[in-house]
């Protein structure tokens, strides 16, 4: 399989000023085996060390931070003579190991010249921030599941990629059935690498299931694992009710409907722990579309799965529900649709989501993102209803220029014309992107191109 964010890993191999590189994201997303590919790929030999295993290097971590003794240290355990730009150090399960965290900060002062990924959960890094951690001494890369042009590759359609990739309409639209086949194909099976491998090796939907149930059943021991008593109880709460939270036309999470007399005070802990862990992303509700978004949050967010093959699997969805289209699928079609939409615009575009609403609920704007310093409005549609009535009243509340429309209709680019009225006496006219969903990859370049 390919993962597109070595791109990433190689800019940071070239870049002058390189520091030590934080590799992190979820459990099983594919830290380690991107880690070690790379080394195979763009060096001559790999030391690999990881905490959680090895007492004997932990211990000489927790000695001192003298970087001559640990290299020798390293080099021992792995046999391996380490070679200033051509031997990639790779440590692994960082957050076992504290002092090692801090470590990277005196291999940042002392030895820049050494290539040193270190890999970990962001639970366990969360953790040491501000005791010990090695701040503005690291680079960070955030790994995804698999996003849907990843699937495509790892699944035979090499070639469909590339035609995303190129922008090349005329070609989506002549496979358009084909690509949306495929797509719903991904919303069943997600983008966990062990889930995607099953499925590329048998074609069989039982047996990415029981790869994705045993994935939750994984992620579920790690509450009691690393929270206490009261929080797993929160975060288990939390948990189960994001599927019911997103079934709802309005998703914003609703802190009461995690369980009675449960008040939002008693959720926040819990809720940062499951983003810490990278199991949950919060897309948060802006009340005025202005740059940077961040400064504009009113506290009021959507809370979506790590994955939606993931959340398929929690709503024990079956594959024909989910690749026919079915009519029972209901409201939750949606859900699923927006937990796509924003999964795949991280992981292909490195975009973090916010979304906007009106006083009273009144309008509501899916996503609302940042591209080029410029804002974009996203509608999110699951099939092929193409009405956008939130979308053109914030376009023309705003003014707005440039909008997105998401859905399983075809390419299309139109002028939509606003007429006069009392909160826009001259009326105005924006540009309107109809991207097909398993097109989204295409979006901030098609974005760059119609503005």
């Known amino acids: 399989m390919k993962r597109w964010c070595i791109q990433e890993l190689i800019s940071w191999k070239n870049n002058p000023r390189r520091k030590p590189l934080l590799l992190l994201g979820a459990r099983q997303v594919g830290k380690t085996w991107l880690a070690r590919e790379f080394g195979r790929l763009h060096y001559k030999n790999v030391v690999y060390v990881r905490f959680d295993r090895d007492i004997a290097v932990r211990q000489s971590f927790e000695q001192d931070y003298d970087i001559p003794r640990l290299l020798d240290t390293l080099q021992v355990r792995s046999k391996t003579q380490i070679e200033p730009e051509k031997t ?188 810490d862990a990278a199991l949950v992303q919060t897309v948060s509700r802006v009340r005025k579309p202005e740059m940077p978004l961040s400064a504009y949050t009113d506290g009021a967010f959507k809370l979506f799965f790590l994955d939606v093959g993931l959340l398929a699997a929690k709503c024990r969805l079956s594959p024909s529900v989910i690749l026919e289209g079915n009519s029972v699928f209901g409201q939750f079609k949606g859900a699923l649709t927006e937990q796509y939409v924003q999964q795949q615009l991280r992981a292909e575009s490195g975009i973090a989501p916010c979304y906007w609403s009106a006083e009273r609920a009144q309008a509501e704007v899916d996503f609302l993102v940042e591209v080029d310093y410029r804002l974009l409005p996203i509608e999110v549609k699951a099939e092929l209803n193409l009405q956008a009535k939130s979308l053109r009243s914030f376009c023309k509340r705003y003014r707005f220029t440039q909008a997105a429309r998401i859905s399983m209709s075809r390419h299309a680019v139109s002028s939509v014309q606003i007429s006069p009225g009392k909160t826009d006496p001259q009326g105005h006219q924006y540009t309107l992107l109809d991207i097909p969903l398993y097109a989204i990859a295409a979006l901030p370049e098609e974005m760059r191109n119609s503005g």
């Open 88 to 275: 990639l150090i790779i440590l692994d399960e960082i957050q076992e190991c504290p002092s090692a965290l801090t470590s990277l900060k005196y291999f940042c002062e002392d030895a820049p010249e050494l290539h040193i990924i270190a890999a970990g959960s962001l639970l366990g890094l969360s953790v040491h921030t501000g005791t010990g951690f090695p701040v503005g001494k690291v680079d960070r890369v955030y790994m995804y599941p698999m996003s849907f042009t990843e699937f495509l590759d790892a699944t035979g359609y090499e070639s469909y990629v590339e035609v995303i990739r190129k922008r090349d309409w005329q070609t989506l639209d002549t496979f358009h059935e084909k690509y949306v086949e495929l797509l719903r194909q991904y919303y069943f099976v997600g983008g966990m690498p062990a889930a995607v491998q099953t499925y590329a090796e048998t074609r069989n939907l039982h047996a990415v299931r029981r790869v994705q149930t045993a994935l939750l059943e994984d992620y579920r021991n790690d509450f009691s694992k690393h929270a206490t008593d009261a929080e797993t109880h929160y975060i288990t709460q939390i948990w189960d009710s994001i599927p019911e939270q997103l079934s709802r036309e309005d998703k914003r999470f609703v802190h009461a409907e995690v369980g009675r007399n449960v008040r939002a005070p008693q959720l926040r802990g819990p809720i940062r722990w499951l983003e």
